[in-house]
């Protein structure tokens, strides 16, 4: 989990669902953008019982008591995050696609996976973007999050929350911006993959734009193969 300090002597500007922000303009000579993401998941239920005493606590004299404990669903939520680069609506390499299983193709770097959801405030996954070395031709970064094994273990976002995505100006902490909805996750409760947001070059300049539209993809290779 990594380190959620925010550079607080520049303003962070927050996001709703479809609204745009050119990079380039809220943060001049930008050069590398850490990605942020982040969830709390919730990996069971609670339930409150009335616990009766034993024969030897009554006799000295002990009361009934109401006890909470979580029932778990026997699996840990373990949500990934993945960037695909894409040219003019396609990828055109298995390289595009950055993900834990394949950590860096030269301009995108994953920083590994968390198999574990966070608390919620903190960056629970991270991806590194050096702008500078996004080839030419590349016109889009998606930014993704998908349920690992979600069918197998019966799993979606509904017990998913706080979910979060941010992106920081590398060089100097600046929080540019962030996109935290609450209402995603209810909205896409069914689902195991969520479009979290766009990286869209324009005229030369970055713009990011947040998405946050769950789709029917089960996994990372399955939201990738649409663009194909």
Not at 152 to 167: D, E, H
Request: glycine content about 10%; charged content about 25%; proline content about 2%.
């Amino acid at each position: 989990m990594a380190d959620s300090t925010i550079n607080l002597k520049k303003p962070t500007i927050s996001l709703a669902k479809g609204q745009k922000i050119n990079l380039t303009k809220e943060a001049p000579g930008l050069h590398k953008v850490m990605v942020g993401l982040g969830w709390k998941a919730n990996s069971g239920e609670t339930v409150t019982e009335v616990v009766k005493p034993g024969f030897l606590g009554r006799l000295f004299g002990a009361q009934e008591r109401t006890e909470t404990r979580r029932v778990s669903s026997g699996h840990d939520y373990d949500l990934d995050a993945a960037a695909l680069m894409l040219r003019n609506g396609h990828m055109t390499s298995d390289k595009d696609l950055v993900y834990y299983g394949h950590r860096d193709n030269g301009s995108i770097h994953h920083c590994g996976d968390n198999l574990v959801g966070g608390e919620g405030s903190l960056d629970d996954e991270e991806i590194n973007i050096d702008l500078d070395k996004v080839p030419e031709s590349c016109d889009y970064i998606k930014l993704f999050v998908v349920i690992y094994q979600a069918k197998y273990r019966n799993q979606n976002f509904a017990k998913v929350k706080n979910m979060f995505i941010r992106l920081v100006n590398s060089d100097d902490g600046h929080e540019i911006c962030r996109y935290a909805d609450e209402s995603i996750c209810n909205a896409y409760g069914d689902k195991a993959c969520l479009h979290f947001g766009d990286l869209h070059k324009v005229n030369g300049t970055w713009e990011f734009e947040a998405v946050g539209v769950g789709t029917d993809d089960g996994t990372i290779g399955d939201f990738a193969r649409r663009f194909r």
